[in-house]
């Protein structure tokens, strides 16, 4: 790093008498003529437009980020929870069979075993803030639709029943 630059072979002491002796070259006349040809078309026809596909590839790079902010989005406060598209199978699994009981006033013959018991959550609503003896609280109504399935194994018959149930819950609510 202590290396000091190459210093040229030309002698800067009289540069400005150098740069005296120096002479412009002529400006050529057909240089002249072929600006002023482009600057007449330009006028005439306007600039080139811009290629619509030049746009387009700087806008989806931009889309691209953005449906993926907004799917995280989501995903961070919603989660997919689609109790629908649960195997059938895998539900029956994780409901122990004394669980699986038929709706009340029915009659299923004894033949019938319980393969699954499943509970839909169709709706929420909020019934208001209630003051009770232990702070503000929130009664919240919610719309269940129950499924139960039989199988008679000898025959292979399938029986489901889809019956209705509302619940209230009581919620505290925190305030601070």
């Given amino acids: 790093m202590s290396e000091k630059p190459e210093e040229p ?3 800067f002491k009289d540069l400005e008498g150098q ?22 078309r330009v006028l005439s026809q306007g600039f ?10 700087r806008l989806v790079p931009i889309l691209a980020a953005a449906c993926m902010m907004i799917a995280g989005y989501l995903y961070a406060h919603f989660g997919i929870n689609d109790p629908a598209s649960d195997d059938a199978d895998a539900l029956a699994a994780t409901v122990p069979e004394s669980e699986v009981l038929p709706p009340q ?6 033949r019938f075993e319980p393969v699954s018991a499943q509970g839909y959550l169709i709706q929420t609503s909020s019934g208001g803030i209630i003051n009770s003896d232990n702070g503000p609280v ?7 639709r129950d499924a139960y399935h ?8 399938n029986l489901r029943i889809f019956t209705p149930r509302q619940e209230s819950l009581i919620v505290p609510v925190d305030t601070y």
């Fill in 48 to 57: 080139p437009k811009e290629d619509s596909r030049k746009q387009w590839k």
């Fill in 150 to 157: 039989w199988r008679d194994p000898e025959t292979g018959t």
């Fill in 138 to 144: 929130e009664k919240m109504d919610l719309e269940y």
């Fill in 9 to 11: 072979d030309f002698d």
């Fill in 19 to 40: 740069l005296k002796k120096l002479a412009p070259s002529p400006l050529k006349i057909d240089f002249l003529e072929e600006l002023e040809r482009d600057r007449s």
């Fill in 105 to 110: 006033n029915s009659a299923i013959d004894p």
